[in-house]
């Protein structure tokens, strides 16, 4: 074998010192380079996983967060039509208000209106029966002057007539 090597010209002591000088660097390398790289590595993946996670959280955070902005501007809608229904029946109370005291004001009026006309129709009538009474004096006058007869069939015939106008009026 030592001819083998030696015709392929390989020289022991020179592959055993790179051999050591090879296992020397992998130690320098592994120790200076490999291990800081693997460190380096690792904390940049904790770092990402930390990242991820947060994201997840924040996602969360913000699902809860439209969650809650929707449930709000439900209640708030909820509240709106609320108030927007306690304001129709507010007005509707008001308008009932307002239409029964125009009705007692118009039943006022037609009242008021009603006492006028009465009072009117009283002076009137005062009116009527002071004319009434001079008139009834004046053909009481001119009756004595005639014959008792003809006055009687007057008399009667204007009493017919009186009572015929107050049947109409």
């Known amino acids: 074998m030592s001819e083998l090597t030696s015709q392929l010209g390989v020289n022991w002591k020179l592959l055993l010192s790179q051999g050591v000088n090879f296992f020397i ?28 996670e947060d994201a997840r959280l924040a996602q969360g955070e913000l699902e809860r967060a439209q969650e809650m902005v929707s449930g709000r501007m439900a209640e708030a809608d909820l509240k709106a039509i609320e108030l927007i229904r306690e304001a ?33 129709e009283e002076e009137e009538f005062k009116k009527f029966a002071y004319g009434a009474g001079s008139i009834v004096r004046a053909a009481l006058a001119k009756a004595v002057a005639e014959d008792p007869q003809k006055v009687d069939e007057k008399m009667i015939a204007d009493a017919v007539t009186f009572i015929k106008k107050q049947r109409a009026s």
């Open 25 to 52: 660097v992998l130690g320098i390398l592994t120790v200076f380079v490999w291990r800081p790289l693997l460190e380096v590595m690792r904390a940049r993946r904790e770092k990402i996983e930390r990242g991820l």
């Open 88 to 120: 129709e029946k507010k007005a509707a109370e008001r308008a009932t208000i307002m239409t029964n005291l125009a009705e007692k004001k118009a039943e006022m009026m037609l009242s008021d209106a009603k006492n006028i006309a009465q009072q009117r």
